[in-house]
């Protein structure tokens, strides 16, 4: 039984800082693709980073490029997400996404190809 707990969501003013963490349990967290995607409501689910476990090449989407940072700590199964200089276009319910038998692993791979997912926290960026 696979389980991605995810928690560090909240409210912050522009500006402000977050860090998610998705910790994995029932399952080795070792040479999987992992990411974090968020979604607002009518609006499609996108990816904001990627990171290979077993390399620790990552990846990101533009928009987050410079103020994210997507790293992990084996020992502990844990996935984070620091969220920097966040911005109201921020605002969303993040997920955190695995993939434990990656043919590859970067920015813009479908969201089917995860095969394990979180059950989202809330980010909400306002004044």
């Known amino acids: 039984q696979v389980q991605l707990k995810e928690s560090g969501g909240g409210s912050v003013r522009p500006g402000g800082s977050l860090r998610l963490s998705c910790t994995a349990s029932?399952?080795?967290?070792?040479?999987?693709?992992m990411a974090w995607f968020r979604q607002t409501p009518g609006k499609e689910r996108e990816e904001v980073a990627a990171?290979?476990?077993?390399?620790?090449?990552?990846y990101y989407a533009d928009s987050v490029k410079g103020r994210f940072t997507i790293s992990h700590d084996s020992p502990r199964n844990t996935l984070y997400l620091q969220m920097n200089s966040l911005k109201p276009e921020d605002t969303a319910m993040y997920y955190c996404?695995?993939?434990?038998?990656?043919?590859?692993?970067?920015?813009?791979?479908?969201?089917?190809?995860?095969?394990?997912w979180g059950q989202g926290t809330q980010v909400t960026v306002s004044s």
């Open positions: 029932g399952y080795t967290y070792s040479h999987n693709c």
């Open positions: 990171v290979y476990t077993g390399s620790g090449v990552e």
């Open positions: 996404a695995a993939d434990p038998s990656p043919a590859d692993c970067y920015y813009g791979r479908s969201e089917h190809e995860y095969d394990h």
